[in-house]
């Protein structure tokens, strides 16, 4: 999953600041059918009916809730669906750690068994690592980074959001390898210049304005040692219900890309920009 997921995931639905609406889900509940979902809404309220059991709850049906409830218009704002991804996942009888502990144990089945439109992305960033050490900006729940981690790469993750870093740092398998977490603004941070020999912006710069983006791209480039990896969806118009802001295709990315090179100046950069489940933009240093 992107990081338009980036919320106050921690807190309970009916207080998800800014949601405009309390968002509930319900196993089993009644209401008007849409898709794999039913639903009761009102201008104070939105409960969600589901069928879902407790092994099928994770990153596989975010897509199906993205088209069923956010693209049908049944929720409103990127606030509301990530008040919707809470609200299922913590509609089970458990606490919220065993609630998020069981979603992160299913992503990342489901996310190796290939079940997320998301798996394949992940497989071609996996692949593209160079070196033993890997940065991931903007992070989100941390999936990514988790994988290279148990791959056996010195990973940190980095994210401006807490919420998202304290569900990595409390909810992930603890019997397994874990990348280090920081809480930075990407555009300037604190580390050292070569901070990892691979550095991720992984669906990341389409929730950024240019100037903004343009702003991380650089933060990412000083901190890679060999390789940066850029990673973006391509769409036609940006998907504002998903918190996107701008839109990619192959020309913009070779834009970037020549941007790149000019700015790094020192003529060893090289750049390749290519197509697989959305764009892709390799920058080696």
């Known amino acids: 999953m992107d990081s338009t997921t980036t919320a106050l ?3 309970p639905p009916s207080t998800h600041p800014g949601a405009g609406r309390e968002i509930s889900a319900v196993r089993g509940a ?3 059918r849409f898709g794999a979902f039913t639903v009761i809404a009102d201008e104070h309220r939105v409960q969600i009916g589901h069928d879902l059991d407790h092994g099928s709850v994770s990153e596989a049906v975010i897509p199906t809730m993205a088209r069923d409830l956010l693209d049908t218009g049944v929720l409103r704002t990127v606030e509301e669906f990530h ?5 299922l996942v913590t509609s089970r009888e458990a606490s919220w750690q065993e609630c998020w502990s069981a979603y992160y144990a299913s992503s990342i089945a489901a996310l190796s068994e290939g079940h997320c439109p998301f798996s394949p992305i992940h497989d071609r960033a996996v692949a593209e690592l160079v070196g033993a050490s890997a940065l991931e900006i903007g992070c989100c729940f941390g999936f990514l980074s988790l994988r290279l981690a148990r791959e056996g790469v010195d990973t940190v993750a980095l994210d401006l959001d807490p919420s998202v870093l304290r569900l990595l740092r409390t909810c992930a398998p603890t019997d397994q390898a874990a990348p280090r977490q920081l809480c930075l603004d990407a ?3 604190p580390l050292v ?3 990892a020999d691979t550095v991720y912006l992984v669906h990341v710069l389409e929730h950024l304005d240019d100037s903004t983006g343009w702003s991380v791209v650089l933060e990412a480039l000083r901190l890679a040692r060999r390789r940066l990896v850029i990673a973006v969806p391509f769409e036609e118009v940006a998907v504002t219900q998903y918190g996107h802001v701008r839109t990619f295709d192959i020309p913009a990315l070779q834009r970037l890309a020549g941007r790149i090179e000019h700015t790094t100046a020192h003529g060893r950069t090289r ?9 892709w ?3 080696d240093l």
């Open 30 to 32: 009644a209401g008007r």
């Open 281 to 283: 933009l390799i920058v």
């Open 83 to 87: 008040g919707a991804v809470t609200a």
């Open 187 to 189: 555009r300037a941070t």
């Open 9 to 11: 995931v921690d807190r």
């Open 193 to 195: 210049a070569d901070s």
């Open 271 to 279: 750049t390749r920009v290519d197509a697989h489940h959305g764009g």
